[in-house]
């Protein structure tokens, strides 16, 4: 479930790409709390810190995964606009399902 997590270019299981996504978004959570730790001063602008965080996190991800597995160019370069539209409303939360599946899509580089 949680092998070679750290790798953008595998292609994953799907019980691998739900072990991607818990690992990813413990990472993500953790993130937006440290920026929201260090750059708000009150809950609401921890809030505000931590969703642009989230929005930032899972965009890269997206692009990360693609670039890797040598997808940018196909049909799969939409999911970059899927990822920001449930980041931005979402965060991390929703903004990793696209990232996860991405994750277990084809590798054109080998």
């Known amino acids: 479930m949680f092998d070679d997590i750290?790798?953008?270019?595998?292609?994953?299981?799907?019980?691998?790409?739900?072990?991607?996504?818990i690992v990813y978004f413990i990472i993500g959570i953790s993130i937006a709390a440290f920026a929201g730790l260090i750059f708000a001063a009150g809950y609401e602008a921890g809030l505000v810190v931590g969703g642009v965080i989230a929005f930032f996190y899972c965009v890269i991800l997206c692009y990360l995964i693609l670039s890797q597995k040598n997808q940018l160019t196909t049909a799969f370069a939409a999911f970059l606009f899927i990822t920001a539209f449930l980041a931005y409303f979402?965060?991390?939360?929703?903004?990793?399902?696209?990232?996860?599946?991405?994750?277990?899509?084809?590798?054109?580089?080998?």
């Open 6 to 21: 750290f790798s953008f270019d595998k292609e994953r299981l799907p019980l691998q790409a739900l072990g991607f996504y």
């Open 90 to 110: 979402l965060g991390t939360l929703g903004g990793l399902i696209p990232v996860a599946y991405l994750s277990t899509i084809k590798n054109l580089k080998s």
